[in-house]
């Protein structure tokens, strides 16, 4: 699977424009394809109201969703307005997830 078709799937699956943020491209090129349909398997979970997000505590209205994938360094950030659409999907090492999760507020 290519970043470029699992974008369209998300995209897909989430109904709308999203946003791709952090090294989403290189990172995703890199993940093993078991983490690959980890990956689209919790954005389902989450469109399904099946994952539990964050309430942001500095963005009123803002959700996010967190994966922590086991044994590696990557984590993803799926924001969502409440009530509403999903905004951006953040996809990146661990050490750019805490800098974005702090921005966030989550």
Known sequence: MLHDEVREKI???????ISFEGH???VFDNLKENRKKQLIEW???CKEGKSIP?????????L?????????NFRA?????KNE????????????????RRKLGI
């Open 11 to 17: 995209e897909e699956i989430l109904g709308g424009e």
């Open 24 to 26: 989403f491209n290189i």
């Open 43 to 45: 954005i389902t979970e």
């Open 54 to 62: 964050i309430s942001s505590d500095r963005i009123k209205e803002l």
């Open 64 to 72: 996010g969703f967190v994966l922590r994938f086991r044994s590696t």
């Open 77 to 81: 950030i799926l924001t969502k307005k």
């Open 85 to 100: 659409y999903f905004i951006a999907l953040f996809l990146d090492k661990h050490k750019y997830y805490e800098n974005e």
